[in-house]
């Protein structure tokens, strides 16, 4: 009994459709492409509900003539290659005509568009794949296509669609990726008939840079050039202490075509080595222009990834501009360790704020027995039911933390605000002023008085009185990232969940070092204050999860010495 058969033309489509298309971001990022292929240098992009209910491009490109808007929605139709070989050598973004085949499959899509030098222009009307009407139309020289009623016909993808004020801030994250590669182009992106993004043509690359960093970012990182015989690199990376937990500051541009690129990061990473903690990700705009036949953009539907053929060549490259770039600015671990305080609102001010609460506990009391330090880095001490391997930094980390977090508690539970003697304005990257304009509510439920007070600027006249000594705009613009990473709701949870990190960043900074010297006094004040804290909190971790200490029991040891079988 036959069993197989070829799927409905349809079904087909609404499969290539889940691979291309999954939101109003990657309708922005197929049709921007064909736009920029066109040679468009002006693209306006309008939404209706974050693009779920409308979603309207326009650019000023080449357009299309009437027999091309007749066949351009069809399945695998590209005007961008004509043979196997030319997919190893690209000059164009598109190359495999699935876009708007994709689109039209799941939406109602009408396209019009006027070729350049032609006297009038055409419309195609398409409904779920099916051409309902075709007809002239009068439009300027260019494309313009409107799409509305998107996944309709597959309403169970509709359903993993998030909200539209999160959709449109997608959508504007993927057009700031094309302002910083095609500094040439102006965008425009609107929301609900409100501009979110006004990029002109004008603005040079290091404007767009702040635009899409932010000043302060954009102030701290440092321009990049380099060239071998396999390719250039340009762009710019941030410096150390720029380095936070998240990629969402890392883009890569392979011949103008941003990508994800785990390898390129992780190369990246290596190249800062001891520069940045562990588990820390650089701030970087990187352009990698790399001869055609060297990459491979066909290895994704979405062509967000590149496969290199000389990886580990360009890896090294990459590593030694970096490098090169990080010692001309004679940045050390110590210079990182200090400038990395004030970025993430750890200066001396904060700690001070913290410690004027409270005496912090010191290793330097007098104690009464002894304990023995091995390399400086570890104690062994007795107990009456065996021995404690003792990490001396973590475990006074321990009780650096547990202090400064009950001090931070108490005075978060006076519930506070602290009244700024003059307002602070800033300003924050594009994508996360969008982001803080919408959970604004939110920031001033919890003492931040912030105002919207321009385009991307925002003032702030008072913050909870637990923050008043850090930097403002540094802490809410990681509360956003944190927020944008994780998917959390801005509120007290999400404040609290920074602060947390900020207090296990000062213990940790403030606890004695590995290969530091304790006299058996401090050794001995070390083993009983871990004790109090262990047995309170039962922590035998520090707050970055590494051990404090290890109990190896007196039976343990009889079977180790085979006292006990």
Known sequence: MKTIYPLPSDVVAKIAAGEVVQNPASIAKELIENSLDAGATCIEISLTNGGIDAFHI????RGMSKEDLAVCFLPHTTSKITSADDLFALDSFGFRGEALWSVASVSTMHIRSRQAGAPSGHEVIIKEGTVVEQQPAGIPEGTDIFISHL???VPARKKFLKD???EARSVADVVLQFALSFPGCGFKLSHNDKVLLHISPEQTQDERLRAVLGEYVSQHSLPISHESRYGTISGYIGRPQLSGRSRAHQYVFVNNRSVSSAPISKYVNAAYSNL???RSYPVFVLFLNLPKDHIDVNIHPRKEEVAFIYEQEVAQALQEAIIATLEAHNLTYR??????????GMNATTASML???LTPWNVKDIGDQEILQINNLYLIAPTDKGVLLIDQHAAHERILYEQFHQAFIDKKSEATVFQLPEHVLFDLPRGDALLLEQELEKFQSIGFDIEHFGEFTFKLSA????????????????????????GIQAGRGSVDKETDRTLSFLACRTAIKGGEALTNDEKIRLVKKLLEVS???????????????????????DRMFKRKM
Do not use: W
């Open 58 to 61: 326009r650019d000023n490109g």
């Open 151 to 153: 996944f309709s016909s």
């Open 164 to 166: 539209p004020a999160t």
């Open 276 to 278: 940045i903690e562990p």
């Open 335 to 344: 210079d990182v360790q200090d400038e990395y305080n004030d970025i993430n």
């Open 355 to 357: 410690r004027s609460s």
């Open 463 to 486: 913050v909870p009185e637990v923050f008043k000594d850090r930097n403002y705009a540094q802490t809410i613009l990681e509360v956003l990232q944190q927020m944008k990473d994780v």
């Open 535 to 557: 047995d309170a909190h039962k922590a035998y971790t520090c707050p970055h999860g590494r051990p404090t200490h290890i109990e190896v029991s007196l039976s343990e040891l």
